[in-house]
Structures are given as C-alpha cells and as structure tokens.
C-alpha cells in the first residue's frame, strides 16, 4: 500500500529486521517524520532493546558495553528518545510496555534521568489503561520496574498487583497467564514490595500456577518460588512438594543462579525438601561448583545451614571457599555468612572448615567496625561464640572497636527480645505446677536471653513457636540447633517446648502432663519429685 500508513508499515519491517543497534538507530534517524509514529516508536524501542541485551550477553556482561554507550548519544537515539517522550499519550498497551521494558533492557539508558523521565511519564497511562493490560504486557511492565528498581507509590503498585491477580484468577476472560507471566511478575513484585500485599495476588497466582507446574522452565521455577520467599508468603506444602517433584525431572537443566535461587527460597520458607529432590540439587551444586559467584556459592551454604542438613559436597565447597577468600574475592558479608553457615553445621572434621574459618576470621578482624551492616555484625558474634566454645585457641584475638560493634548488635537483640503469649502460657502453668522461675532470663555469663531459666536448677526452657521449625516436617532448623548447643555447652540442660505440641494440649491438665513428659525425659528428674501432678 502507499500513501502514510504504507511507510509506516514498511519503516516497521525494517525496524523489526534490524539485526544491529547502530543499523536500527539509522533507520530511526533518517525515516521520514510521518512515518515515525506510536507504533512504530515503541517497536524500535523493544528491538532495540533486544538488540541490546543480546550483544551484553555475547561480550560477557555489562563490562562489554562499553563500545555500545556512545550509541546512546547517536541522533537516532536522540530522536527515537524524543518522539517516545512525545507519544506516550498516543500509546496502547501493548507500545506503553514495550516502551518501559526498553528502558530496563537497556539500564544505561533506564537509570539515567532522561529515562527515568520517560518511566515516569509512561507510569500513569499504564494505570489508565490497566483494564486493557493483559498478561505479557502487565508483566513486561512489571519487570522493566523490578529490574530498574523503579518502586512506584503504593497506591500505583496496588493496582498493577491486584491487576495481576485478575489475570490470574479463575474466569479470567483473557485466560490463565502463562508461566513465563505469572513467574515474572511474582519476581518483580516481590523485588518491588519485598513482605507488602498491595492486591493480594499471591494466592491466585499460586493456583494459577499449579496446574501449570509441569510447562515451567527451570528459570521460570525458579523466579516463581523467589518471588514467594522473598515476598514472605509460603504457597502451601503441597504447591511446594510439586515444584520439587518437578526438580527431579530439571537434573541438568539448572543453571548456577538456578541452583542458589532454589536452595535459598526452599531454606526461607522453611520448606524442607524431599531427599529425592534434595540429591537433585546436591549434583547440581557438584557440577556447577567452579561456576559458582562468591554470593552463590555462600547463599547455599547458608541454605543448607539454616535448614540444619549437613552438605555432602561440604569439602569440596569449602575448598572453593579457601580458593576465594585467597583471591580477595569474598567481601565482608561473604566471610561472615560463610563463617556463620560452618558454625551453625558444626561439622568441624571436615577437611579445611577449621582453616578456611580461622582465615576467615583473620580477615574480617582486619576489616574497621563501620564497613559491618548489622546483620554481619550478628553474625560475626555468633561465629565469635561458637569458635570460642567448640574451637578454642589462645591466639585468636577479636579487635576491640569491632568487638565493641559485635556486642552492641548483640545486647541490641537481646532487648528486643518480648514474652510471647505461648511463652507467657507455659510460664503461667510452670508457676500452677510449682517450678519457680525466671522469664526472658539471662544466663550466667549474660550471652543469651532465654525464654524460662529454672531456679536452683541449670536447665532452660525454650518455647519454640513456629520459626525454629521446618513448616512440612516439624524438624528444628539449624538456627535454633546452634543455639541449643551454645546453651549446652554452658553447663546447661534444654528442654524445648515445640508449639505444635502445646497447641494440641486441651486444657491445664495436658499442658502438666506434656511439661512432666518434657522435663522428666532424662535431663533432670529429680525436679520433679516434690511437684503434686
């Protein structure tokens, strides 16, 4: 056809052939003014950002882009940027995400302020026309924000979540997103809103999910189940045992960012996986092991620890570890996470734990106490006090600026720590039964804080709610496993109090009769010789 709508047709089959940045951008340069319209803007846009992403991947990453910056100073760039800023009104929503998702294919552009600029310009129309978003568009959006760390007012995120939660609802008129969709934007407004629940979104994009498990990709599983730890929702035990019956059937197929991604979405919704599938992600771990970042490669042994199973690639991780921390390629956060993880796992036998966390420890006491965050800080207490009382030597020294830091952090937890109302139950029975004692008690050397220390006796008792165990299996995770070898290795007796237990006593006389059980299980019976049950 001829005439306006003939060249604009025509400009966008070149647009779309393009198979270079700098050969698209001439395109855009030299096209005639009519031709470049809404349509035709946002598709240069999207393959541009295609182009993009495909010559990063090709050079090795982002420090391969430095030959293609200047592109962004081209004309064409220059009047693609113009007209995209101009035509936002004129846009559906189809050009409206193609145009944002642009903006985070291309970062050197989306985080500069003419970007952000048009970001913000694009926000609004999206919300106008949310009801016309569908599931590609509505993800590509959300994604482009994630990606940009972009975080839109809440009212804004509300609405793009609770859109996301119709698309995926039953009777959806534009039927179930696809996995790639529904994975994506779980991703993203999770990376957006971390614990928030703008639309409530998660539970329909569970259920839209689990008929769909089977169709996800590794990565798609794996943006899927970071998105729910990471946004603090657990989807359910039997969504879970399904994604990791679906691991089984993925054994090659992960990448490195897969492996760590799972292991640590598993370990933070306290998910404990299925040996089937826990062997699984082992010989993932073992196969990917020299391609593993620092990051990586410490997030699955923090993994591992918290949720108290012992790796069996342990030796060899920890090797690589050594390789690492030689090479200054472990920061501050590293080491401390490290450490922490091979104290927690106790496992002090295998070769070159008590090497690398001797060296590790070096490293970090050279560090000042200012370049700490306050979660290193714990952490780094928490080694201090396992080194000490498991691996005691003479020589290993803890600077005092950042002891001083350390133990700041630590009495800092220590205050804040309350009575639960479990807790304030078991005490309130305790006092009926006759045990006298103290609550949210000190210890001796004033280290920890435990829920009830019994008087005259050296025995605690802790009250376990649910976050000291695994959600599926019940089973202590490795937190709380350290901290019951810490208390024992004062001299003192634990007894723990689990809340599914004191949830299934039905009145005074189940809740003596499970104390009685608790505290007579050879730990100290003489106790209870003067109490009338």
């Not at 937890?413 to 008690?441: K, P």
């Amino acid at each position: 056809g001829g005439g306006r709508e003939g060249a604009q047709r025509r400009l966008n089959r070149a647009l779309t052939a393009s198979s270079e940045p700098r050969e698209l951008l001439e395109r855009v340069r030299g096209a005639p003014g009519g031709s470049l319209n809404a349509i035709n803007t946002s598709t240069a846009l999207h393959r541009l950002g295609c182009l993009w992403r495909e010559q990063d991947e090709g050079r090795g990453g982002r420090a391969g882009l430095r030959g293609q910056e200047p592109l962004l100073r081209a004309a064409g760039f220059a009047r693609l940027r113009a007209r995209a800023l101009a035509q936002v009104p004129e846009m559906d929503p189809r050009a409206l995400a193609s145009t944002a998702w642009a903006l985070a294919a291309i970062p050197e552009w989306g985080r500069r302020e003419d970007g952000a600029a048009l970001l913000r310009a694009v926000l609004p129309r999206v919300v106008a026309d949310l009801d016309g978003f569908r599931g590609p568009e509505l993800s590509q959006v959300l994604w482009a924000l994630a990606s940009l760390g972009h975080r839109p007012p809440p009212d804004v995120l509300g609405a793009l979540e609770a859109r996301l939660g119709a698309l995926a609802g039953e009777g959806s008129s534009a039927g179930p997103l696809r996995p790639g969709e529904s994975s994506i934007g779980l991703w993203a407004l999770a990376k957006l809103g971390g614990g928030l629940r703008h639309g409530g979104a998660s539970e329909a994009l569970v259920r839209c999910a689990e008929g769909q498990l089977v169709a996800f990709s590794a990565q798609e599983l794996s943006n899927l189940l970071w998105g729910l730890a990471r946004a603090g929702e657990y989807p359910g035990t039997a969504f879970l045992d399904a994604a990791a019956l679906e691991l089984q059937h993925r054994a090659g197929e992960l990448s490195p960012r897969n492996v760590a991604s799972l292991l640590w979405s598993f370990a933070s919704l306290g998910y404990d996986v299925p040996p089937e599938s826990l062997r699984v992600l082992e010989a993932e771990v073992v196969r990917h092991l020299g391609r593993f970042g620092p990051r990586g490669l410490v997030v699955i042994l923090w993994a591992f620890a918290r949720m108290g199973l012992p790796p069996s690639f342990l030796a060899a991780a920890v090797a690589r570890c050594r390789e690492l921390e030689a090479e200054g390629a472990l920061g501050i956060r590293d080491l401390a996470m490290a450490s922490w993880a091979l104290v927690v796992l106790g496992d002090y036998s295998t070769p070159g734990v008590q090497a690398f966390l001797e060296a590790a420890w070096a490293a970090l006491c050279q560090r000042p106490s200012a370049e700490f965050m306050p979660a290193a800080l714990s952490m780094l207490y928490y080694v201090w006090l396992a080194l000490d009382q498991e691996l005691p030597r003479a020589d290993r020294a803890f600077p005092e600026d950042l002891c001083r830091a350390a133990t700041g952090s630590w009495e800092d937890a220590l205050r804040s720590s309350s009575i639960s109302g479990m807790q304030r139950d078991v005490s309130d029975t305790l006092q009926r039964m006759g045990f006298s004692h103290d609550s949210e008690a000190l210890v001796e050397d004033g280290m920890f804080s435990v829920d009830i220390l019994v008087d005259g006796q050296a025995a605690v008792i802790e009250v376990d709610g649910p976050h000291h165990f695994t959600r599926n299996t019940r089973r202590p995770l490795g937190p709380t496993l350290l901290r019951r070898r810490l208390l024992s290795g004062r001299g003192l007796q634990v007894v723990s109090v689990p809340f599914y237990e004191w949830d299934a006593c039905s009145g005074f006389e189940a809740k003596c009769s499970l104390l009685a059980r608790l505290l007579t299980c050879g730990l100290y019976p003489k106790v209870l010789e003067s109490v009338d049950l």
